[in-house]
Nanobody, 122 residues
Framework: QVQLIESGGGSVQAGHSLRLSCTAS????????VGWFRQAPGKERDFAAT????????YYADSVKGRFTISRDNAKNTVYLQMNNLKPEDTAVYYC???????????????WGQGTQVTVSS
């Protein structure tokens, strides 16, 4: 079973950047597509970005397109989410998850991390 640990969250002001990391243990991350999802208080878990197993394709939610970049280093068993020009509405707990294909639906992912908090103040 794959275990995922997210890191890199924190509190920043609007316009600043953060880079989240998702590191896997117990299995090779290269076997999976990896998605980033986020959940704000009182809201549903929303798709942010996903990347194919080989890193050859990436997909983004419209709300983050042009500001967030997902990438992966399979040799380090790690996927990254670079978040630039952060906005207060990006405030949420961010989760990474793995699944067979780079899909935007959270139900298509098998294993999940515990999440990391991102707080953006205006």
């Amino acid at each position: 079973q794959v275990q995922l640990i997210e890191s890199g969250g924190g509190s920043v002001q609007a316009g600043h950047s953060l880079r989240l990391s998702c590191t896997a243990s117990g299995g090779a991350l290269s076997n999976y597509a990896v998605g980033w999802f986020r959940q704000a208080p009182g809201k549903e878990r929303d798709f942010a970005a996903t990347i194919r197993r080989d890193g050859g394709a990436t997909y983004y939610a419209d709300s983050v397109k042009g500001r967030f970049t997902i990438s992966r280093d399979n040799a380090k068993n790690t996927v990254y989410l670079q978040m630039n020009n952060l906005k207060p509405e990006d405030t949420a707990v961010y989760y990474c998850a793995v699944g067979p294909l780079p899909m935007s639906s959270w139900s298509q992912y098998t294993y999940w991390g515990q999440g990391t908090q991102v707080t953006v103040s205006s």
